[in-house]
């Protein structure tokens, strides 16, 4: 199963007095402050739940599968999840 961004904003309505609209603009605000901090190259945690960070690729040759040919693969950042014990203990349970 898979759970849509409009599916979290129901859920988190259900789980507060909060308004649809209200609990939409948190929610986008949330992810609109993860993604600025990412991009800052910041690290976010939530203790208990996991922390968010940014980690960087170095360049490096690596084979087209289709051809063979050895082609240069760039530089590149890419963003990591490290789930912390409260996550990993009640997804386990």
């Known amino acids: 199963m898979e759970i849509t ?3 979290v904003v129901n859920l ?3 789980k507060t007095d909060l308004s ?3 609990t939409g603009e948190v929610v986008d605000a949330l992810l609109e402050v ?7 190259g910041d690290s976010v945690r939530f203790t208990g739940f996991g922390t ?3 980690t960087e690729r170095a360049a ?3 084979k087209n599968p289709r051809t063979g040919e050895m082609i240069e693969i760039a ?4 963003v990591s999840f490290k789930a912390g014990k409260s996550l990993k203990d ?4």
């Open 20 to 22: 649809a609209k209200t």
């Open 75 to 78: 530089a590149s950042k890419s």
């Open 12 to 14: 988190v309505k259900a």
């Open 34 to 40: 993860i993604t600025e901090a990412l991009a800052d």
């Open 52 to 54: 968010f960070s940014v």
């Open 5 to 7: 961004k409009k599916d």
């Open 60 to 62: 490096r040759t690596g």
């Open 90 to 93: 009640k997804v386990n349970a």
